[in-house]
C-alpha cells in the first residue's frame, strides 16, 4: 500500500509547520486466518482466528508470527537485556533508517565479501537503523502454499553477521529490518531433522511439534541459531519477514516499528510503516 | 519530536480480559519454548480483539461475521483497509473532560469541551478524562473497568454528530470503557441482578447462558435496554480506540497520533499500538 499525506512536519530533521509530501509504505506480511507462510517448523505457532462463538474465540498466534522484533533477551545468554515494554520508543518509532542493498535469490547465503561490498556503497548515519534489503520479500512467495517462503530463504552467514555487527556497533546502530524470512539458517538441527519427517507435522501445538521442541536443547539451539546469536551478543534487535521493501525509493526514510505492548515479552508480530520524504 | 506511548500494556490475567461475558476475553501466554529447556523463548498468545488498547471497527466480528454493529456506518472497513494516512502522523485534537471514578460524561460537558478544544476539519478527536495510567489499571484490575469513566448516549451522540460534521473519522479515549459500566456490565456484574461470585467471560457456563438469555447472539445489542454510546461513535467513524494510557503526559491540545493495529486480514478489532508525536 502506498499513501501520499500532508502533514505539518516535525522536528528531527524533519522541517517543521511546513507543507510536504511523505508517503507511507506497508512493509508488514498480513496476519491471514487462511493461510500463514512462516507455519513451516515446529518453534512456529500456528496463527488462529477462531470465530465468535467458538470456545477458543480470539486471536492466537505466536510471539514469532508474520512480521517480528527479536530481541536479545529471547536468548537464555542475554535473558537480563530489555523486553519489550523497556525499548526506549526512539528506538522503533519514527527511526531514520540506511538500506543495505544485497539482491539474493532462492538459498543463497549472503557473504561476508558481500556485506563488505554494500556496506562500502551505502551511505549511514550514526544511529540510524539498517534494512537490509535482498528482494525476497518482493517476489509473492510469502503468497504461494508450500514451505518454499521458509527454507529457501536467503540468509546471512556466520561469517557474515560477524562483519556486520562489528559495522552496526561501530555506528551505533542496535535496530536491524530484513525481507529475508530467517536471519541465519537453522540448518545444523531444526531443518535436517524436522524436514525429515514425512508427512511433515504442523507447527506448535501439534504433537510431534511438542515432543520434538522437548528434546531441542539450549546447546541445539546455539548451533542453529548462531547468526542470531552474533548479532544479539552486541545488543542488535532483530525485525525479519518484511514485505515490499522494494517500494522504498528515497534515501531520506523513517521507519515505524510496532511490535505488541508485552509485559516482560522478548519477541513480538509486529506492524512496520516505512515513511519516505 | 517527543513520543509518548499511549498504549496499555499486555500481560496474561489482564483486567480488560476479565471483565466482560463476550467481548473481551482472557489474556493467555504459554511458554513453548523456554530458557532453561531450550536456550531461548517462544510464546504462544491468546488475545482478543479488545486486548489492551484495541482498535475496533464497525463489523467487529469480522472475518467471520462482516455485519456492522450499527446499520448503515459512515465506514465499513475492515483493519486491512485503513489508509495509512488514518494510522500515521494524522493530526488529533485533544478534548479535555476530566472525569473521575464511575462519572458518565454527559452532553453539556461534550459541549463544553468542543468549544474548548483546538479542533479542526479533518482531525481525529482524543477524549481525555484522566483517568487511564498504567498505576491504576496495574493496582486495580478488573475494578479499572467497572469504576472507569464513561460516556453517556446523549453525549456520544452529540459528539458523533460532530465528529461527522468535521468529517473526523477516528475515535479514541483514555475511559476502560466508552459505554457506561452500568449498561456494558448489565446484571453481570452491575445492573439488579449481577453475578456474584464474577465468572469468567466466555467460554465459561456463565457466559454461555448469557447468550441463551440474549437470544443466541451478542452481535448487535448488549443486555441493557439503554442505547449503545460506542455504537453512537462506531456508527459515524472508521473505527475506535479505547483504553488508553499516559494521555496526561500531552502537554499540547494538539498531537499527530500513530495508530497501528495488527495489520489482519479483513480483522475487525485487534491490539493497537497508540502514540502521540508532540
Redesign the interface.
Known sequence: MDRVGNHDQLNGGMVIRQKSTMKYKELTLPLDHDWMPDEVLPMAAHFYLAPKYHPDKGIILGSETGTCLTLPSEYADFRKTARLHEVPMEKLFLRETSVLDIAKQDGQEITETEVKQAIEKTRFSNGNALLLRTGWGDRGIQCEPGSRYILASPHLSVEAAKLLASFMVGRESDLLLTDMAWIGRPDKHLIPEWCSLFPRPGPWPSTEAQIYLHLYTPEKAKDDFAVEFILAKVGIMIVKRLVHCEAVISDRLRIIVSPLHVVRGVSSTCRVIAIEE | ?R???L?????PSAGYGEILP?TN?PVEFIE??D???????????????E???PLMMPAQ?A???MTPLQKNPRYNWSL?EI???E?????TAILDIAAGEGHEINAKQIEVALRKADYRKGDHVLLRTGWGSLQRAYEMGIAYLKNSPSVHYDAAALLADKMEEMDSRMFMTDCALVNPPRVQGYNWFLGESPIRPLPKP??SAEARER?MDMGGSY?YAHASKEPSSYGALIRKTIGCGKCLVNCDQIKEPRV?M?I??????K?GA??C?F?A?E
Do not use: C
Open positions: 519530536m513520543l509518548i506511548d498504549t496499555m500494556p499486555i500481560w463476550f476475553t513453548y519454548m530458557y532453561a529447556n531450550n536456550g531461548m523463548r517462544q510464546t504462544r498468545l491468546k488475545l482478543n480483539g486486548t489492551g488498547s466480528h472475518p467471520f461475521d486491512n489508509p495509512l494516512e494510522l500515521v502522523l494524522h493530526d466466555w467460554p447468550l452481535s499527530k500513530i497501528l493495529p495488527l495489520l489482519i486480514k480483522g485487534s491490539s499500538r502514540v508525536v
